[in-house]
């Protein structure tokens, strides 16, 4: 029995050792009822870069978007007139350049970029000296509106025949489609050179949003519709628009699909004191669980607030000296005073010498950034010089009375009420008889 046992220990060791030299595994086979899932792709982590100009009356701004940590973008801005002069960025509350294009590089947080622009009244062209040098205005436009820069001012005085170097910058995923004056195409080309005719133009650049590709693209399904099989949804933050000084509202989301499992945090830089502009409204994860959730900033808009500016009313009597002409203002927010606006002008075609009647008191001009100006005018009453003065009261006159031309009017029935007389050398105006 032993001599069997060893025989056969010698005969299984040389078959495992020449079945191991053939290349056989001893893994049992995969099981073909167990379905093998490819690994999920790691989806890049994306922050948001909001591009905003403090007064969005003033600039253009590119460069929003959804940008991956450490991530090199083009950030753009340039004033739509040239009442408006570029400052810097800032980005919580510190410079971060003075160039008006720049590359600013991203970070693994939500981030805010503002456009500073300074107002700086201009002198109004006078259109006998444009015509002699034969200028014309150039004014820039983006299609879509507010998705792009430009390298130069809109708005700017050019002589014709000038050569004028444009470029323009849009923000991520929109492409550069053209440059468009009505529908006729002017050049393909972001960066050219255009030459001024002798009229006004406006150029348009036009873009067109290109949503980005797939995360993976060897994987054209959602992945998580692959993986689980949840339909994606987007949380939004509502857009917002308040008036210059006023409570700053609630912030709210809405849901394109289901209602998350949780609650997103909304966040907005503006208070009630903020200046007139544009401000995004971020939307982050807070405690949403769900995987298939994506979220998409909004924009809280503050306008301007109205301001009356109320020209006084006046009342002289001819051939009195003008007085100064003056107005008041009624509106003002959060302790603004006349040093926050440019105060309108007053003016009225009519003097001390002018003929008796009402002339207008006239407002024009004057500008603020953070309120709408509401000119009201106000009259100017010139009375006729009837020639009565120093008037004072009497209970009794004496006589002799005489009417207005001198004759003397004695008897008590030829007195009559409310007419003027003389008496002793004085104008009478005769109430009571």
């Known amino acids: 029995m032993n001599t069997h046992r060893f025989l056969t220990t010698l005969l299984v060791v040389p078959l495992c050792i020449a079945a191991s030299a053939q290349g056989f595994d001893p893994t049992p086979p995969d099981d073909p009822q167990t379905p093998v899932f490819p690994e ?32 090199a973008v083009r950030v753009s801005t340039s004033a739509r007139s040239n009442r408006y002069t570029f400052s810097c960025w800032v980005s919580s509350g510190k410079t971060v350049s003075r ?20 107002f700086t009244p201009t002198v109004p062209v006078d259109p006998q000296t444009a015509v002699i040098h034969r200028k014309h205005v150039l004014t820039l436009n983006c299609e879509p509106a507010d998705i792009a820069a430009f390298n130069r001012v809109s708005g700017d005085i050019v002589r014709e025949g000038t050569a004028v170097a444009l470029d323009t910058w849009g923000n991520q995923n929109y492409v550069f489609k053209g440059w468009f004056i009505g529908e006729e195409t002017v050049s393909t080309n972001a960066s050219f050179s255009y030459v001024m005719p002798d009229a006004d133009v406006t150029l348009t650049a036009r873009f067109e949003y290109q949503a980005p590709p797939p995360f993976d693209p060897d994987t054209p399904d959602d992945p998580f519709i692959e993986w689980g099989g949840a339909t994606p949804f987007t949380l939004r933050a509502n857009n917002i628009t308040v008036t210059y000084g006023s409570p700053m509202p609630t912030l709210s989301y809405s849901s394109d699909g289901e209602q998350p499992d949780g609650i997103p945090v909304l966040t907005c830089e503006a208070s009630e004191t903020s200046p007139v502009g544009t401000y995004p409204i971020i939307i982050s994860r807070g405690t949403v669980k769900d995987v298939n959730a994506s979220f998409v900033n909004g924009t809280l808009t503050i306008t301007q607030a ?9 009342s002289i009597t001819q051939g009195d000296e003008m007085p100064e002409l003056s107005f008041s203002i009624e509106g003002f927010r959060n302790g603004d005073t006349e040093d926050d606006i440019t105060l309108p002008s007053v003016s009225c075609k009519a003097n001390g010498n002018s003929p008796a009647g009402t002339y207008p008191i006239t ?27 120093n008037v004072s009261g009497s209970s009794g006159y004496s006589l002799p009375l005489y009417d207005i031309s001198g004759r003397p009017v004695s008897q008590n029935k030829n007195r009559k009420e409310k007419t003027i007389y003389i008496n002793a050398g ?4 005769l109430i009571n008889r």
Do not use: M
């Open 40 to 71: 999920k792709p790691v989806v890049p982590v994306t922050y948001p870069l909001s591009v905003v100009a403090q007064n969005p009356q003033a600039a253009y701004v590119s460069g929003s978007g959804q940008y991956e940590q450490g991530t």
């Open 99 to 118: 160039e008006p294009s720049f590359i600013f590089t991203t970070s693994d947080t939500a981030q805010i970029l503002t456009a500073v622009y300074d």
């Open 306 to 314: 109205p301001l009356t500016v109320r020209a006084d009313d006046i």
């Open 363 to 389: 407002l024009s001009g004057g500008d603020a950034l953070n309120y709408k100006l509401i000119l009201v005018g106000g009259v100017l009453t010139i009375h006729l010089d009837d020639g009565i003065g």
């Open 426 to 429: 004085k104008k009478l105006l």
